[in-house]
């Protein structure tokens, strides 16, 4: 293998390319470009002005993965490659990366070669306070499909096209991971602000402040093995607690221990499968107390204790916000655990138990582990000694009145180059403390997240999104690219959250049982939801929230639902374990399943659930009926007719209001528990 020493291999320009050890470096000028083997049939690109740092920085690659092993070649032209598994790195004279499929030398992704004098294809422009304005730059293929990036409301599977911020916000999940049909999935391992253009004759990524650009790109011959390869990055899932497979109660929100247990009593009365009672927030005295408040919930571990016997687990809201009311504010404040901003004095004003007016709130720093481990504590004495084991983790992006992140401050360093992963480390938090308790089956449902924070038992959900039908529309791609960017457990708030209407309303209660018919095909099933504004003396109630409040043809439909959703919790719970093995999400577009089929590359509101159902949700409103698209090779059944239609064709499915749309795989093990659920 050449080495930086051989003077016959390296060609002496202001521009080279060596081999150095097991890496490929291009320097110019003063940059310095590595490209190194990072786990099999993967590469890892670092680039920075001066000398490169150890990688080690917040992100994903932190910890070089087992496997992989790189063979160098240095080109007499002055160029070089290096070749990782299924993976190859060619870099031609001028520096210009381009990454190739190493079996065929297809082209996978290359660098915009820079042209006189327009921007390179790696750029790094020297900010103010030692950070760099970083961009990278690629050119865009005209048959090039592109997945995943978080969860967004933009309504788009396929991402092309798009402009996408690489910022955390309610709805809005960044996770800066692509799966592209080209055969890659490329990870933008920069944790801060910044954007993707993912334009028809370029493709750009942009940190806003960073040290170094970084990111890893893997090669797969299907989706799956990019998903797989990606899982084996940054970590797969834990095992899917069994209780969290049924369905969750929710509302905005339960004011008292009483009120909670009437609600579960009469779900259970009435004969409806429950799983899960949820505890929303301001059951506190204080944000930042981390506990129930006495006078309301006078027993809670009595309460989780009658709940489990029962079969209901309960989950718990916890905020990250500590209001200056709270006792443990001066300790946070005195120690340093509170997020600083040089402009602002506090980082939210919201509403509060026991006060007028809006309440002060500052959030935890939980880049500092001394505040991961205090928060924890009181977590652990308020609700966890409780025996309470799923906590939800809400409004975790964080949600600040200054939602720049240019102006906070972190433990780990400036928010511009790090606040991506404020829910990412929020969860972590969680994780240390349960695991060192010893706690197996827990869960954390966060409203947000990062690449890799999957694997601490966090799910997701769609966060307070409209309660329309677009917003109904919208979360079936959203819950596709969730899964496809390593964030398995994800769900939505049945209904929708806000926009205010009336129970009664004709459309909405539409909506409440198409979103049923929907939501129970995907891997979490609650129903939450606000839509009504406060009434007198109220703070923060929201309207009723059980199957029941929206008249008897909703509960009847949403109980053909939720039984159906009871027969399915041994197949879900299967299926799920796909993504702890092999990094496949329960909910998934058609291409993951065939890859072969063309079609299955362009259908944006069908999707599966597991190997062997086909959801095709009504999605809009006064529909009775809809087209649907089957994948070849398998002949799909029709649960409510017994009718077998082959794939490879589109068919019309009649649908009244009553009947969620869905096919089964001709022949599954499944098929006897649908039968059973829908007679």
């Not at 109220?538 to 929206?550: I, K, M, T, Y």
Request: glycine share 10%; with cysteine; aromatic share 10%.
């Amino acid at each position: 293998m050449p080495t930086e020493q051989d003077p016959a291999r390296t060609v002496r320009t202001a521009r080279t390319v060596q081999a150095v050890g097991s890496t490929l470096e291009i320097r110019d000028g003063q940059q310095v470009t590595r490209i190194q083997p990072w786990g099999p049939d993967a590469v890892r690109v670092r680039s920075a002005l001066g000398p490169l740092g150890d990688g080690r920085g917040p992100g994903a690659l932190a910890d070089e993965p087992a496997g992989g092993s790189a063979e160098l070649h240095l080109t007499t032209d002055g160029g070089g490659t290096l070749t990782n598994g299924a993976i190859r790195a060619v870099v031609d004279r001028r520096g210009t990366i381009t990454f190739v499929e190493s079996a065929t030398g297809r082209e996978l992704l290359a660098e915009r070669e820079q042209w006189l004098q327009s921007v390179p294809p790696r750029h790094l422009r020297p900010d103010p306070g030692g950070l760099c304005r970083i961009t990278a730059t690629f050119q865009a293929r005209p048959d090039e499909r592109l997945y995943g990036l978080g969860q967004h409301q933009h309504g788009l599977l396929d991402q092309k096209g798009c402009v996408v911020d690489l910022v955390q916000q309610n709805t809005e999940i960044a996770v800066p991971f692509l799966l592209s049909s080209r055969g890659y999935g490329l990870l933008w391992n920069n944790p801060g602000a910044g954007r993707v253009e993912l334009g028809r004759h370029t493709a750009r990524w942009v940190a806003d402040g960073a040290r170094e650009l970084d990111y890893w790109l893997v090669a797969a011959s299907t989706p799956g093995g990019v998903l797989g390869r990606y899982a084996d990055l940054v970590g797969h899932a834990p095992a899917y607690p069994d209780w969290a497979t049924g369905f969750w109660q929710s509302r905005l929100r339960y004011d008292n221990q009483q009120e909670l247990l009437d609600v579960v009593h009469e779900h259970l009365d009435r004969g409806l499968p429950l799983s899960v009672i949820v505890i929303d927030f301001l059951h506190w005295a204080h944000h930042g107390d981390w506990r129930f408040d006495p006078a309301r919930w006078p027993d809670p571990a009595g309460l989780v204790a009658h709940l489990r016997d029962l079969g209901v687990e309960v989950v718990v809201s916890v905020w990250p916000t500590v209001s200056e009311h709270s006792a443990n504010h001066a300790e946070m404040r005195q120690r340093g655990l509170l997020l600083h901003s040089d402009q602002l004095s506090v980082a939210s004003r919201f509403v509060d138990v026991g006060q007028p007016g809006p309440a002060f709130l500052h959030y935890y720093d939980p880049s500092n582990p001394q505040a991961r481990r205090f928060v924890w504590e009181q977590i652990r004495a308020g609700y966890h000694d409780l025996g309470i084991r799923g906590f939800w983790l809400d409004a975790c992006e964080p949600e600040l009145v200054a939602p720049d992140p240019a102006q906070w401050r972190y433990h780990a360093g400036p928010g511009v180059a790090v606040a991506g992963l404020y829910p990412h480390w929020n969860a972590q938090a969680f994780h240390e403390g349960l695991t060192e308790a010893g706690t197996t089956g827990a869960l954390l449902l966060s409203r947000s997240a990062w690449a890799g924070t999957a694997r601490y038992g966090a799910a997701v959900w769609s966060g307070d999104v409209s309660a329309t039908f677009a917003a109904l529309r919208a979360q079936v791609p959203a819950g596709l690219n969730a899964g496809l960017s390593g964030l398995p457990w994800w769900g939505s708030d049945i209904g929708g959250f806000a926009t205010f209407v009336p129970n009664t309303d004709p459309e909405l209660r539409e909506l409440v049982i198409r979103w049923f018919q929907y939501a129970v095909f995907t891997p979490l099933f609650r129903l939450h939801g606000h839509r009504r504004p406060d009434l007198p003396g109220e703070l923060l109630r929201g309207a009723p929230n059980e199957v029941w409040s929206f008249g008897p043809e909703v509960l009847a439909a949403a109980t053909r639902m939720l039984r159906l959703r009871e027969a399915l919790r041994p197949y879900v719970g299967r299926s799920m374990a796909e993504a702890t093995t092999r990094g496949l999400p329960l909910m998934r577009p058609l291409f993951l399943d065939f890859p072969d089929q063309e079609t299955a590359w362009t259908v944006e509101d069908q999707f599966l659930f597991g190997p062997d159902l086909l959801a095709v949700p009504v999605l809009e409103y006064g529909a009775r009926s809809r087209s649907a698209w089957l994948p070849d090779g398998v002949d799909w059944v029709d649960p409510w007719t017994g009718d077998v239609h082959p794939g490879g064709r589109r068919v019309t499915l009649d649908l009244p209001l009553d009947r969620a749309g869905f096919l089964v795989r001709r022949g599954a093990p499944v098929a006897a528990a649908v039968t059973e659920a829908l007679s």
